[in-house]
Each structure stands twice: as structure tokens, then as C-alpha cells.
């Protein structure tokens, strides 16, 4: 990755994305994006597992899931398409809180050396 | 003999390794390669200890099931030694049934953020180099389907360009008798044969 312009581009990758554009990704870009993502999952370990924490008690509305769902939301409102039924599904209130805490587990697995070989199979598998 | 201790922490779970090292190797005396004891303590969850031969099912376990979680499969895990099952999607319950005769299995319901912690811990033991146990947990082997997607350029470029040149090389072959032809010649040859 030689600059922040670069993963910029490789971001309007995402299909949900509302500017969408089709570049082919290498392996070499995809092993680095993965790179990328494990680095940002060690750093936000501590909050990603607070959040998951929030869920498993009994009372439902924590003030940091909340919070965190509320931003989420609004992010994916600016940036994608709302046309697509994906995006749809991910706004979807009853259904989103299983795709989130699914995406929270999965980026919480991937922390180490291991966890990066990890997140590289289950990207190949999806 | 004293024995070395390695702890690896994650938040709220420690995973301690007691053992000792191979001097027939000649490894480092901070080196553990014959485990004696290992101790998972989970904050507020009664002490899990073993011997080496239970570890790594244990540590398998772990693995399988959290790759079951997030594949969306139906995350079930049983064993003689361990069973995970799922209560919902916040909470699991383990089950370690002890080898010994007579001693009740010691159930426990773990979240998320113990089964991650727990995990991570697992995954610190793999990675470190002063201890050394058969290494386990995330295998390099994809699918079928992944390699295919992998190699498909190497794939595409070995299936086309062997036929591709066998072609190239027949054109160009064949090509070099146009010169050996001459129709005029030919039909000279023919009339002199049949006169009619």
C-alpha cells in the first residue's frame, strides 16, 4: 500500500458501497487489506469485546451498543447504496444484530498470527 | 528440578504451561517441551486444569467450534472430553467430562468475550516460541474451490496455451507448402494424363 489513497481506492471495491467501482483486487492488495484489518482489530480488541460483553447480560439496552449501533447505522445511511437488498437487510433492525455481532466475532478472532491466517481462510471460504 | 511456568493472559483468562525442557535436545533452560500441568483460569468460572494429553482436544475444540460460529453452521461441538454447545447467540455452555471414574462433569457458560479471550490465549500459546507443543488450530489448506479461485490465471494460461501453440505451429508449418504448390503445373500434369 503506498499511500492512503490507494486503500481509498480499494474501498470503493465494496459492492454495498454507494461509489462503487470494479477493480480488480490482487492477491498482493488483498493479503495487505487483511493485514490492515487484523492491525485494526488488535487495537480495538478491548472495545470490540465490550461490546459483545454488553449483549451477554440480561438487560438488552446497553448505553454502548447503543451508542455503537446508532453510528454504525448512520455511517451505512451516508455511504451505501440503499438501494440494495444487502444494505437493506443490514438496516434492518430485528435481523442486524446477528451480522453485527457475527462481524464483531469474527474481526475479535483474527488479533494474532494465527487469527490473521484465520480471517485470510474464512475470506476465501465466504 | 524446578519447573518452568509460562503464562499467556487475554483480558479476563490466563492460560498457564508447567513444564520443563528437553536437555537431550539441548534447548534453553526457560524452554518448556515436556508439559506437565496446564491451568485455564477464567475470572469468576471455577479453575481448569489438565494433563498435556488433554490439552490440545481441548485447544481443538476451542477452534472447531469457533470457526462453526462464525460460518453461520450450527455451532455444535462433542467429544469424549469436552462438548460446546450454543444456548443463544451471546452465550455457550462447555461441558469438560473428567477422565477420572466417578467425577461429575464440570459444566460452564461462557459469552462471547470469554470464548474470544479464551481463544486468543490459545492462540498466544501457539505462536510462542518457549513452548512447544504440536501446533494446531488454523491450517493453511483451503478448499477446493478457494485454490481453483486462487490459481484460476495459472490455471486459465496451462489450459489454453499448450493447444494454442500446437495450432500456431500447424498454420505456420502448413503455410510453407503454398510455396511447393503451383496450380498452373498441376493442371498441365492432369491434361497430359487424360489427353481427352
Keep these: 500500500m503506498p499511500n492512503k489513497v490507494t486503500i481509498w481506492k480499494l474501498r470503493n471495491n465494496n459492492q454495498l458501497r454507494k461509489s462503487y467501482v470494479n477493480n480488480n483486487i490482487n492477491l498482493d492488495e488483498f493479503d495487505a487489506l487483511i493485514k490492515i484489518t487484523v492491525e485494526m482489530s488488535r487495537f480495538l480488541y478491548p472495545y470490540f469485546r465490550k461490546l459483545l460483553q454488553s449483549k451477554e447480560d440480561s438487560y438488552k439496552n446497553s448505553v454502548i451498543w447503543n451508542d455503537f449501533k446508532k453510528r454504525l447505522i448512520e455511517l451505512i445511511k451516508e455511504r451505501f447504496n440503499l438501494d440494495s437488498m444487502r444494505v437493506k437487510k443490514l438496516l434492518n433492525q430485528t435481523e442486524n444484530d446477528e451480522i453485527i455481532i457475527k462481524s464483531l466475532l469474527i474481526l475479535s478472532l483474527c488479533i494474532s498470527n494465527l487469527g490473521y491466517q484465520r480471517l485470510k481462510n474464512f475470506l476465501f471460504d465466504f | 528440578m524446578n519447573q518452568n511456568k509460562l503464562s499467556f493472559h487475554q483480558s479476563s483468562v490466563s492460560l498457564e504451561i508447567i513444564g520443563l525442557p528437553d536437555y537431550s535436545n539441548n534447548e534453553n533452560k526457560d524452554q518448556i517441551s515436556i508439559i506437565s500441568q496446564w491451568k485455564l483460569i477464567i475470572i469468576d468460572k471455577p479453575l481448569i486444569e489438565g494433563k498435556v494429553e488433554h490439552l490440545g482436544p481441548i485447544m481443538d475444540a476451542f477452534y472447531i467450534y469457533s470457526n462453526l460460529l462464525i460460518k453461520n453452521e450450527n455451532p455444535i461441538y462433542e467429544s469424549k472430553l469436552i462438548d460446546i454447545k450454543a444456548e443463544n447467540l451471546h452465550i455457550h455452555n462447555v461441558v469438560l467430562k ?99
Excluded: H, W
Excluded at chain 2, 144 to 161: A, D, H, Q, S, Y
Excluded at chain 2, 180 to 191: A, Q, S
Design chain 2, 98 to 196: 473428567s477422565s477420572k471414574p466417578n467425577v461429575k462433569p464440570l459444566i460452564l457458560k461462557i459469552g462471547n468475550s470469554l470464548l474470544l479471550d479464551t481463544i486468543n490465549c490459545f492462540d498466544q500459546l501457539n505462536e510462542s516460541s518457549r513452548v512447544r507443543i504440536k501446533k494446531i488450530g488454523v491450517s493453511n489448506n483451503f478448499a477446493k474451490k478457494i485454490r481453483f479461485g486462487l490459481n484460476t490465471k495459472v490455471n486459465f494460461f496451462n489450459f489454453f496455451m499448450p493447444p494454442f501453440i500446437a495450432i500456431c505451429s500447424l498454420v505456420l508449418l502448413s503455410s510453407t507448402f503454398i510455396y511447393f504448390f503451383n496450380p498452373v503445373i498441376d493442371k498441365e500434369k492432369n491434361e497430359l494424363i487424360n489427353p481427352k
